[in-house]
């Protein structure tokens, strides 16, 4: 269906990959220029840092190209009482979050963060590993999931309030997100601590990028995938948790005529 929509008017969508590719490089564009005047930004030189931002546009990329059903955003489907219309069709959930794969009109950001990177490894003054690629797509899965699941724990509260809670998955995520572009090497451990814990930021893109340019302690390197199993254990624990109430209650954004609160 996506290949569809882009043989159907493909200047219109080539424009429109080409103008989301603009817009990412040039939202991540300030981030690399202070880097560029100061050569560096906490430990990491300037394409050290443009290393990171287009692994973060990797990430964000994509989780774009399989979002366009809401899939990481399960708040809005709770919140816009599309829960009961996903359950009455005889497919899995997960199946369903499946469909909305759009490879060819999304893959924007993924584009851009792939360009980024060819950039800056070509100008690391670092030597990466050999195995630095399989290293790379694992920390990218790992990353995806730390989000994945980070949004689905929050939209268990969707379940409780689903007017209130609609878009709370995607305040998290976009906060999430730009938070993530800023390099944390240089703040204090106070600081650090919650952006790898309570707001993981820094497990989207500065953490797995020390980690590819092997500047982590070893014994560290496992963090960010056992948080990612924690942090998936705790929103499937609380996401069924709401649900079983979700099943008892159903929602009240409608009324009697259907029309939406």
Known sequence: MDLGSLLRDTKFMVIAVLADICAD??????????????????????????FMLAYGGIVNGVIA??????????SRIIGRGQWEHIFIMPLPYSVQMLAGFFPFTCSGRFISGVILMSFAVANLTVSLPWWWIPLLLSNVIIS???????????????FYAPVQCEEISSTVRNSVEYTATFPLS???????????TIFPAGLIAWFPTLIILNK????TNIFPIVFAVLLSLTAS???KKGFHYYVKKGINRYHSGGHRC
């Open 237 to 239: 624990y609380f996401f």
């Open 216 to 219: 982590t302690p070893v014994s």
């Open 144 to 158: 995806i999931v730390v989000v994945i699941a980070l949004s689905y724990l929050v939209s268990s509260l969707a």
């Open 25 to 50: 490089i040039s939202a991540i564009s300030g981030i690399f220029l202070l880097a560029w005047k100061f050569d560096g930004i906490g430990g990491l030189d300037k394409y050290e840092v443009l």
């Open 65 to 74: 190209v399989f979002d366009n059903r809401n899939a990481s955003f399960p």
């Open 186 to 196: 240089g703040m204090p451990l106070y600081m650090k601590i919650p952006l790898l």
